[in-house]
């Protein structure tokens, strides 16, 4: 049986750059011969996915409790894909997971933490998570915000608050105020570690 590939999920706030380097890693990888795809939370091609979008776009509204099942449900809906990629050997890159599904969710008020986190159990955990972290006048330096729901200064702040308080020791924080290729190499440099110590390992899944 082929060995697992490594399950890395990139979080962070917005303009850290997180998808284009999810990109990058993706590419070198596959031209390192290390099979290699790309996923991206939420995944706006599934049913489920639509109403996200819908959302996310503010054509229509749904109660905070409501929209946080449905990106888990998002997620539970992908699940058995992503298994069956890490179980035939190949890695995933993962642009948001879980994480931003707390973090967004419980950025808004009367939202609990924990409540947030209990539609998660049993999902795959990931081996590593990449917190691409970015100072606001860093941020701010690479423009403005968009139109989409959650685009606005204080919402990201708290956003990226929640983000720190779920740091655990898998949790690689790093600095994205750097070129694109020095960012680049530092990320090449933790995916080799992951990669090695994550083989022959069985998968793990979040537990409460
Ligand atoms: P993108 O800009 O990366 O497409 O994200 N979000 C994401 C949530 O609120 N809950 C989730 O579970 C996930 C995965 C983060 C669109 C927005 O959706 C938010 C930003």
Same mark, same amino acid.
């Given at each position: #049986?082929?060995?697992?590939?490594?399950?890395?999920?990139?979080?962070?706030?917005?303009?850290?750059?997180?998808?284009?380097?999810?990109? @990058?890693?993706?590419?070198?990888?596959?031209? %390192?011969? *290390?099979?290699?795809?790309?996923?991206?939370?939420?995944?706006?091609?599934?049913?489920?996915?639509?109403?996200?979008?819908?959302?996310?776009? @503010? %054509?229509?509204? =749904?109660?905070?409790?409501? /929209?946080?099942?449905?990106?888990?449900?998002?997620?539970?809906? =992908?699940?058995?894909?992503?298994?069956?990629?890490?179980?035939?050997?190949?890695?995933?890159? /993962?642009?948001?997971?879980?994480?931003?599904? *707390?973090?967004?969710?419980?950025?808004?008020?009367?939202?609990? =933490?924990?409540?947030?986190?209990?539609?998660?159990?049993?999902? =795959?955990?990931?081996?590593?998570?990449? $917190?691409?972290?970015?100072?606001?006048?860093?941020?701010? #330096?690479?423009?403005?915000?968009?139109?989409?729901?959650?685009?606005? $200064?204080?919402?990201?702040?708290?956003?990226?608050?929640?983000?720190?308080? #779920? %740091?655990?020791?898998?949790?690689?924080?790093?600095?994205?105020?750097?070129?694109?290729?020095?960012?680049?190499?530092?990320? #090449?440099?933790?995916?080799? %570690?992951?990669?090695?110590?994550?083989?022959?390992?069985?998968?793990?899944?979040?537990?409460?």
């Amino acid at each position: #049986m082929a060995q697992r590939g490594a399950f890395i999920v990139f979080e962070g706030c917005d303009r850290a750059g997180k998808t284009t380097q999810c990109k @990058k890693l993706v590419d070198a990888l596959n031209r %390192k011969n *290390v099979p290699t795809e790309f996923m991206n939370f939420p995944d706006r091609s599934t049913a489920i996915g639509q109403i996200i979008n819908d959302y996310l776009q @503010k %054509k229509i509204h =749904l109660p905070d409790k409501a /929209v946080h099942l449905l990106f888990s449900a998002n997620r539970w809906e =992908l699940e058995p894909k992503l298994r069956e990629k890490l179980e035939s050997g190949i890695s995933l890159v /993962v642009d948001r997971y879980s994480y931003s599904g *707390v973090a967004f969710s419980a950025a808004k008020k009367g939202m609990d =933490l924990q409540w947030c986190w209990n539609p998660e159990i049993g999902l =795959l955990e990931p081996d590593a998570v990449f $917190l691409l972290n970015l100072s606001e006048e860093a941020a701010a #330096m690479r423009g403005g915000f968009g139109q989409e729901r959650y685009e606005n $200064l204080d919402f990201q702040k708290q956003v990226k608050e929640n983000f720190m308080a #779920m %740091k655990s020791s898998s949790w690689k924080l790093i600095d994205a105020d750097k070129s694109l290729e020095d960012l680049h190499l530092e990320i #090449m440099e933790l995916f080799n %570690k992951v990669y090695t110590t994550s083989h022959g390992t069985p998968f793990k899944r979040f537990a409460s």
